[in-house]
């Protein structure tokens, strides 16, 4: 299955935020940084999660 370059980087940012502790905040550049996406891009990604509700 192929996934396009958003899904995949959606899906990466999604699971590094679900292996931090539940007790943690996670700054979205900190994403961004480990896994070398763009924050500006990563924000894009994050905005149209928010408004899938996830």
């Keep these: ?3 396009s370059k958003k899904s995949r980087y959606g ?3 999604l699971i590094d935020l679900a292996v931090q502790p539940e007790t943690e905040y996670v700054a979205l ?3 961004a940084e480990r896994n070398e996406i ?3 891009y990563l924000e894009q990604i994050f905005g149209s999660l928010r408004r ?3």
Aim: aromatic share 6%; charged share 5%; no cysteine.
């Design 52 to 54: 899938a509700g996830l």
């Design 38 to 40: 763009s924050t500006q």
């Design 1 to 3: 299955m192929k996934f």
């Design 11 to 13: 899906l990466v940012a």
């Design 29 to 31: 550049n900190t994403i």
